[in-house]
């Protein structure tokens, strides 16, 4: 099979190395300084150091249409804010794409209520796209190192799901399938919003049962705005759901609950963001799923709590004492 990655960050190069021992992979670069040096080294020396590259993988930078002509997949590998002009270049390819990508479209404009979630970008500015996302619970420096790990391919097309199977699936690495689209999105956005607050609740040393109430009460939002948005909730106890849940919130590669751990030490959000060198996408997340959740009439106390801190409305004790000070409900709900 051909394959070409669009976005050469962390997970873009790992999912690029996992597939070249099978494929032939073309890796596709923003620019050629980027691209130059890891054609002639074999490593993203900037974005997952110590990840070597296989021969069948090949690196390119300049235009992505040379790069993807040909391919019988196509998988965009950008941070969200650059989904948008990627599936726009997309625009009437006959073959598969999926999207790596975690999260919302960040606002830019002031009258948007709210970033949209890919599969409602391509919606708007590709809907003939046969499309689809690959998601769950994955570090990109783990899967380079070839550790089991398993993802969920999710599209409406059984073909988009057969072939992010085909392309990925192995023996380190297992890639289940889901027609839940909105359910795994869904999922994979407000995870990092959660394990944000869960860094943050690690950082103030709040203890294990705080974090686990977090997780879980964290689960139930997730689900009920999930609900909401049309998705399954059998989705949200798979590996976009509970799955990457568990994985970022606890785990100590998270970008996403780096900020929070940040943020307790006292940083500002901008000093959080600027030592990551990587994205985290709960930033911008954070606050389309409280302002979307309040169209909807959903509560998300934990998620309302994470935008108070990040937009410094609030101190880490209040947001604490907002949360425990909150009328008794039923459990799970
Ligand atoms: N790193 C992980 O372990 C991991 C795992 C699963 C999903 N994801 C998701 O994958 C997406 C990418 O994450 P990452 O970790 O690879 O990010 P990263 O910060 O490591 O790298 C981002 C890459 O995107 C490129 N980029 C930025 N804007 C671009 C544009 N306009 N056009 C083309 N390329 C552009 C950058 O040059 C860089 O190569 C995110 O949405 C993230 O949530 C990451
Ligand atoms: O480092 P994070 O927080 O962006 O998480 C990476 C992956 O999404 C984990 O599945």
New binding site residues.
């Given amino acids: 099979m051909k394959i070409c990655v669009?976005?050469?960050?962390?997970?873009?190069t790992a999912l690029a190395v996992n597939a070249g021992a099978r494929h032939d992979v073309t890796l596709w670069?923003?620019d050629a300084a980027?691209a130059t040096p890891m054609n002639a080294a074999r490593v993203n020396a900037r974005?997952l150091p110590g990840a070597i590259f296989p021969e069948r993988l090949s690196v390119q930078a300049g235009d992505a249409a040379q790069a993807y002509a040909g391919a019988n997949l196509v998988i965009i590998?950008?941070?969200?804010?650059?989904l948008r002009?990627?599936l726009h270049l997309l625009r009437g390819f006959k073959a598969p794409v999926a999207w790596?990508?975690?999260?919302v479209e960040p606002v830019v404009d002031e009258s948007q209520p709210f970033g949209l979630l890919a599969h409602e970008i391509r919606a708007e500015v590709a809907p003939d796209l046969m499309a689809g996302v690959l998601s769950g619970p994955?570090?990109?420096q783990e899967v380079a190192q070839g550790r089991p790990t398993a993802l969920v391919a999710a599209s409406a097309h059984a073909q988009v799901r057969d072939l992010l199977v085909e392309a990925f699936h192995g023996p380190a690495l297992r890639v289940y399938g889901n027609d839940d689209i909105v359910g795994v999105e869904v999922g994979g956005a407000v995870k990092n919003v959660l394990a944000i607050a869960t860094g943050l609740c690690d950082g103030l040393a709040l203890g294990l049962n705080a974090r686990a109430a977090l997780i879980t009460r964290g689960l139930a939002e997730m689900t009920r705005f999930g609900l909401a948005l049309g998705a399954r909730a059998d989705t949200f106890m798979g590996l976009s759901g509970l799955g990457d849940l568990v994985l970022t919130a606890t785990g100590d590669l998270s970008r996403n609950r780096k900020v929070g751990l940040l943020l307790a030490q006292g940083r500002t959000l901008a000093q959080a963001v600027d030592s990551l060198g990587?994205?985290a996408?709960g930033v911008y997340c954070a606050r389309t799923v409280v302002q979307r959740a309040r169209l909807l009439g959903i509560e998300m106390p934990i998620a309302e709590g994470v935008v108070a801190l990040l937009d410094g409305k609030s101190s880490p004790a209040q947001a604490l004492a907002n949360l425990m000070g909150r009328e008794p409900s039923a459990d799970p709900g």
């Fill in positions: 669009l976005g050469a960050g962390a997970w873009g670069a923003r980027q974005y590998a950008t941070p969200m804010a650059a002009g990627q790596l990508s975690k999260g994955s570090f990109a990587h994205v996408e």
